[in-house]
């Protein structure tokens, strides 16, 4: 009697075991993470832009364009200041490798060494170089490929209510999303829709880190271009790397954005799409 019991509770504990094992792993992810004053870590991050423009006349193609650039751009980073929410206000760069590469040439924009200043803020940023004003062609493309990182706004965009799973979705929080875009631009779509997933966990390196993708898209909307009303349509990509330990900022971030926009006047129309990818990671 003693040994079936016995067997009995042997074979339940092995039935909760199996049980709890097949029940997935939930993480509460926080993706808006602080950065501290005083830290440091080496940038790597591309920028591509790529703009085609295809004219039509009595809808035969008349022209077709494609113009592409890319940036390089490695730097030793020292964070200066940050906001009460851990989003960088101010921080100092020493630049390893910065380059523009066309379908022309490559240009060496700052020599190794250069000391790049950066102040980030809501109206805009401003950046010197080696203590000097930076001149506006290359303010032009500091802004695209130096970010104020770090703070609340990602996770105010992205979180999720609860924790979760690999594989799970849930909705972006599209309300902070209008938010980043702007108040001129949120104006123009009256709908947008934006779905979040947990991508992965990678548990190879130092710590275990997760990935969460997104996509927002306005499908629809009306902008004027040229003096002229034009149908467009925006898909914004996101994709975040965090530590599991929430206590670390991000590791790696990649946003890329894709617009269409349709103009005509008479029998002439004009097809323009422009596809923007900023890729970056944080080695500390």
Same mark, same amino acid.
């Given at each position: 009697?003693?040994i079936r019991?016995?067997s009995s509770l042997?074979?339940c504990?092995?039935?909760?075991?199996?049980?709890?094992?097949?029940?997935p792993?939930?993480?509460?992810?926080?993706l808006?993470?602080g950065?501290?004053?005083?830290?440091r870590?080496?940038?790597?991050?591309?920028?591509?832009?790529?703009?085609?423009t295809?004219?039509?006349?009595?809808?035969?193609l008349?022209?077709?364009?494609?113009?592409?650039?890319?940036?390089?751009?490695?730097?030793?980073?020292n964070?200066?200041?940050?906001t009460?929410?851990?989003?960088?206000?101010?921080k100092?760069?020493?630049i390893?490798?910065?380059?523009?590469i066309?379908?022309?040439?490559t240009?060496?924009?700052?020599?190794?060494?250069t000391?790049?200043?950066c102040w980030?803020?809501?109206?805009?940023?401003?950046?010197?170089?080696n203590?000097?004003?930076?001149?506006?062609?290359?303010?032009?493309?500091?802004v695209?490929?130096?970010?104020?990182?770090?703070?609340?706004?990602t996770?105010?965009?992205?979180?999720?209510?609860k924790?979760v799973?690999v594989?799970e979705?849930?909705?972006?929080?599209?309300?902070?999303?209008?938010?980043?875009?702007?108040?001129?631009?949120?104006?123009l779509?009256k709908?947008?829709?934006?779905?979040?997933?947990f991508?992965?966990?990678?548990?190879t390196?130092?710590?275990?880190?997760a990935?969460?993708a997104? &996509?927002?898209?306005?499908p629809?909307? =009306?902008?004027?271009?040229? $003096?002229?009303?034009?149908? #467009?349509s925006? *898909? %914004?990509d996101?994709?975040?790397?965090?530590?599991?330990?929430? &206590?670390?900022?991000?590791?790696?971030? =990649?946003?890329?954005?894709? $617009?269409?926009i349709v103009? #005509?006047?008479? *029998? %002439?129309?004009?097809?323009?799409?422009?596809s923007?990818?900023?890729?970056?990671?944080?080695?500390?």
């Amino acid at each position: 009697m003693q040994i079936r019991n016995f067997s009995s509770l042997v074979l339940c504990v092995a039935l909760l075991t199996v049980a709890a094992a097949s029940q997935p792993i939930k993480h509460e992810l926080k993706l808006g993470r602080g950065v501290k004053e005083y830290d440091r870590y080496l940038l790597k991050t591309t920028y591509e832009s790529v703009t085609q423009t295809k004219m039509f006349i009595s809808d035969i193609l008349r022209g077709d364009t494609t113009e592409k650039m890319s940036v390089i751009l490695n730097a030793q980073c020292n964070v200066v200041s940050v906001t009460v929410d851990g989003q960088e206000k101010e921080k100092q760069l020493v630049i390893r490798d910065f380059r523009r590469i066309t379908q022309r040439d490559t240009v060496d924009l700052l020599p190794t060494g250069t000391k790049v200043r950066c102040w980030f803020s809501d109206s805009g940023s401003a950046y010197t170089i080696n203590d000097a004003p930076a001149p506006d062609s290359i303010v032009n493309i500091l802004v695209e490929v130096i970010k104020g990182e770090g703070g609340s706004r990602t996770g105010n965009v992205l979180d999720a209510k609860k924790p979760v799973a690999v594989g799970e979705k849930w909705k972006m929080n599209i309300a902070a999303f209008r938010k980043v875009l702007g108040p001129d631009m949120s104006k123009l779509m009256k709908k947008i829709t934006g779905v979040v997933t947990f991508r992965s966990i990678d548990s190879t390196g130092a710590q275990p880190t997760a990935t969460v993708a997104a &996509r927002a898209e306005a499908p629809k909307f =009306t902008l004027v271009f040229g $003096q002229v009303p034009s149908n #467009a349509s925006l *898909v %914004a990509d996101f994709s975040l790397t965090v530590p599991l330990d929430t &206590r670390f900022p991000p590791v790696g971030l =990649t946003t890329s954005t894709k $617009q269409r926009i349709v103009t #005509a006047q008479g *029998v %002439a129309r004009m097809e323009l799409e422009i596809s923007t990818n900023r890729s970056a990671s944080f080695l500390r």
